[in-house]
């Protein structure tokens, strides 16, 4: 080899290191890192489908057990730690510590139903179920808030996508769980302890704020992005619907697996080819001398106080304390405060709106496995209706994400109207499940996910949207707050206390009485129509409430709610973009 052909080889090689550095800082691979950390944080949906098992070997009746429940939806709502976190130390703390708690409560309840350690306490228990699954606030926190932050224009794509791979979690993980354990339901919360917090600590450095002017092909890359779960999703289906009347051998549980796996990763290529089109475009304007568009990355010890494009020319002087004018919010679309966010009457309507709509819908989804057996279900379609949950819970976050987005952008649809519309919806899912029919229980369980994926991210957008960015870590998990208050008044303090009424009212019938430490059941329509006659009730109302914050912001609305994210680069970009031939068009 001859020493051109020597240095020409070590120019390419020091091009491909150079692009390959660049592929890994890009914020479109950070997005892709997103994808997959919020594709295995969804353990809190599988619960209905190893609750059984709890309940079995701990001795559990339904009220206790519905009471486990509540700690487990109060940790993965309860996010107001991981908000603060957030605001004053970079992503990969928050995402380090989420880690550490998952694998730490669910490998906990792990051992206790293995019979490894001592029967734990009940208070225990919840402390264990709540810990693991508040580790899904600080993925959410970290990975999704991060998310928002870098595309801030396209934000109702970005929580639509990300919370929608949080829905398909669920079924990804019980396929990987088939695969890897068989049909043992106990070892599906060790998988869901060690492989989260693996997937975490792989990304805990690439989640990071990285500051761009908004290029003009960004809604493309993340249709692309749609497509690629779009797939991934029917994919899902078809597997749940050969499952459910075959029974697959092991070698074709790790077949599915292998599958799943190569689609999760495909979205890379997508990284990849944005991420060469950026570095082309960025060394031409260095041999051009001429820079259409800067990318600043934030240092980590700024980036809890520089999250949106105004902060970065913000002076001290203009700063406002979250402690001031906590009674004088400004206006819709500007950065609130924590307190004036607290306290406004927005945050209120959506508090109550999200405790009657996302507490009757997630109740529904955490007594779907009880209700599949009292209906008499086979021990299969528990399963069945668990991962239908999953993929039409990513449904209807993808769908109310990227719909709402195009009906705002276009029609200036505002989106509380599109929250209003999926509480109705979410009232035929629980009417279904109050009567009881035959087989419509497989019905409910797609309305129920999907309106539940909808209307989180529909919340967490308006939220976004009234309240502004510069808090957003923090108002975020605020706004998750109400779920397991709804959560706890209907499933425990409705759900459980007419099941538990009505096992003993049938225990009773049979001449029984019920002993200490066993397990209390309920079989037939009736263990659980009165209480979701009340649910149903409960979102309509919810329904109503929601409706009076569409009539406060239609205004807001109205207007340009995205205008103050320009930059006036963006906008010169944009008009030299206008006037430059089709060839150099295709480099954007």
């Known amino acids: 080899m001859g020493v051109g052909d020597f240095s020409s080889v070590r120019t390419r090689w020091s091009g491909l290191c150079q692009f390959s550095m660049h592929v890994i800082l890009g914020r479109w691979f950070m997005m892709f890192a997103s994808l997959l950390i919020m594709a295995m944080s969804g353990a809190t949906y599988v619960f209905g489908l190893y609750s059984i098992d709890i309940k079995t070997s701990v001795g559990y009746d339904q009220t206790t057990l519905n009471l486990l429940s509540f700690f487990k939806d109060l940790g993965a709502n309860l ?34 139903i293995t019979n490894r350690i001592k029967k734990p306490q009940v208070w225990q228990m919840c402390l264990y179920i709540c810990m693991g699954s508040n580790s899904q606030s600080f993925a959410t926190t970290g990975a999704l808030v991060t998310s928002v932050n870098n595309f801030p224009e396209s934000r109702g794509s970005v929580l639509g996508i990300l919370k929608g791979f949080v829905g398909l979690s669920g079924v990804i993980l019980t396929q990987f769980y088939y695969a890897i354990y068989g049909n043992d339901s106990k070892a599906l919360i060790l998988l869901i302890a060690w492989l989260p917090a693996a997937v975490s600590f792989v990304f805990l450095r690439t989640i990071r704020i990285i500051k761009t002017v908004r290029h003009t092909n960004e809604d493309k890359v993340f249709y692309n992005l749609l497509y690629v779960s779009v797939g991934l999703a029917g994919f899902l289906m ?60 934030e240092n980590p010890a700024q980036q809890a106080f520089e999250l949106q494009p105004d902060d970065v020319s913000e002076t001290p002087k203009n700063h406002v304390s979250c402690t001031e004018n906590t009674f004088k919010p400004p206006n819709r679309g500007e950065d609130y405060t924590i307190l004036q966010a607290l306290f406004s009457i927005d945050m209120l309507i959506l508090f109550i709106t999200t405790t009657c709509g996302i507490g009757g819908t997630l109740t529904a989804i955490d007594n779907l ?12 379609a528990t399963s069945t209706f668990i991962s239908l949950v999953s993929i039409w819970n990513y449904l209807g976050r993808v769908v109310s994400g990227f719909l709402s987005e195009i009906l705002l952008k276009k029609y200036k649809f505002p989106r509380p109207l599109n929250l209003t519309f999926v509480l109705l919806l979410s009232c035929v899912g629980h009417l279904l499940i109050a009567l009881g029919l035959p087989n419509t229980l497989y019905i409910a369980s797609m309305i129920t996910g999907f309106s539940s994926g909808a209307q ?17 870590s923090t108002l975020y998990n605020l706004g998750a707050v109400a779920s397991p208050v709804g959560l706890y008044i209907l499933n425990v303090k409705v759900v459980g206390k007419f099941y538990d009424k009505e096992a003993l009212k049938q225990m009773k019938g049979l001449g029984n009485t019920r002993e200490e430490g066993k397990e209390l ?30 009539l406060r912001t239609r205004e807001f609305y109205k207007g340009d709610i995205y205008k103050k994210f320009r930059a006036p680069e963006l906008k010169q970009f944009e008009s030299t973009s206008a006037t430059m031939p089709a060839a150099s068009n295709n480099q954007q």
């Open 79 to 112: 996010g107001v730690l991981s908000g603060l976190i957030n605001l004053i130390t970079p992503p990969w703390i928050g995402l380090f510590i989420g880690a550490v708690m998952n694998f730490f409560g669910y490998f906990m309840i792990w051992l206790a």
């Open 238 to 297: 078809i597997i749940i619907i050969l499952q459910n009347r075959l029974n697959f051998t092991e070698v074709e549980y790790f077949g599915s697996a292998s599958v799943i796996t190569l689609l999760l990763f495909l979205p890379i290529s997508i990284v990849i080819q944005e991420e060469y089109k950026l570095w082309q475009h960025k060394r031409q304007n260095i041999n051009n001398k001429s820079s259409q568009f800067e990318i600043l990355t």
């Open 369 to 380: 496995g009880q209700i599949g057996s009292t209906l008499g279900y086979p021990r299969r």
């Open 456 to 472: 989180w991210s529909l919340v967490f957008a308006i939220i976004s949207e009234i309240f502004g960015l510069k808090y957003y």
């Open 521 to 550: 059941t309920c079989t037939g329509v009736q263990c659980y129509q009165k209480a979701f006659f009340i649910i149903t009730a409960a979102t309509l109302f919810g329904c109503i409430i929601s409706f009076i914050l569409v």
